[in-house]
């Protein structure tokens, strides 16, 4: 995968000091990224651009469980991390079980933790492990107008046998 790398927490957190060492500033983006849509490669993109190192801490299947509830995630994590892994703008992928995002950032302390357009400085949950480990957060992105669930639904309701239209035959 040319340089993008699946990391367990333990391993990333080592090669992370390095980094930060050279004078690498490392960004930390998270989410369940179950279908992949253009918000999140915005999403991905923006956080890319506030540092030099993008690493993607991605939910577990437990987790996105939790979060979105059964049926979720469509994709296993290996696959939603190998998708993750094959953008460009991302450096790193490791998975996390948490419900929130404070231990992989207390884990991997990055300077600059990125979240979507749906959050504010002010709502972004983890906003007190952000500064007592001395990072800032960034909102980037796009405005959230696209979305994982929305599709899935959207694609409900298309294969729905009373929702298609008549055959004009």
Known sequence: ????IVLDRAELAAL???KREAGRVVVLANG???????GHVRYLAGAAAE???LVVALNSDASVRRNKGPGRPLQDEADRAEVIAALRCVDYVT????PTAD?????LRPNVHAKGTDWTADTV??????????????IVGDPKTRSSTDLMERARRVAEPDELPDAAC
Do not use: N, Q
């Not at 995968?1 to 993008?4: A, K, L, N, Q, T």
């Not at 369940?32 to 253009?38: E, I, P, R, T």
């Open 1 to 4: 995968m040319s340089g993008h």
């Open 16 to 18: 992370l000091v390095g």
């Open 32 to 38: 369940c990224f179950d279908l992949l849509h253009a």
């Open 51 to 53: 540092g030099d190192v």
């Open 95 to 98: 998975v996390f079980d948490e």
């Open 103 to 107: 231990a992989i950032l207390r884990a």
């Open 125 to 138: 949950p983890e906003a007190p492990t952000v500064g007592e480990i001395g990072a800032r957060v960034a």
